[in-house]
């Protein structure tokens, strides 16, 4: 489970004639729990680096989009 994405149930209303979509997901960015750089951060090997596009492991946030987080959920 990926712990950058937060999930949360909307309200449903018993008038929306819309089938309701019950749990809603989304992703937060990995810099929003590092206020600055620390000292001795681990770092990705160039090639790594240019593959996931950042050079510290702790700010990669890979994107998968909604059909994964359903399928993290369990839903298809």
Request: with cysteine.
């Amino acid at each position: 489970m990926n712990d950058q994405v937060r999930y949360w149930k909307p309200y449903v209303s018993p008038l929306d004639p819309c089938p309701p979509i019950r749990v809603k997901s989304f992703s937060t960015p990995p810099q929003l729990f590092i206020p600055f750089q620390p000292p001795n951060l681990p770092q990705f090997t160039p090639f790594e680096a240019l593959k996931y596009g950042t050079l510290w492991p702790a700010l990669y946030s890979p994107y998968g989009g909604p059909k994964q987080f359903r399928q993290e959920e369990g839903e298809t």
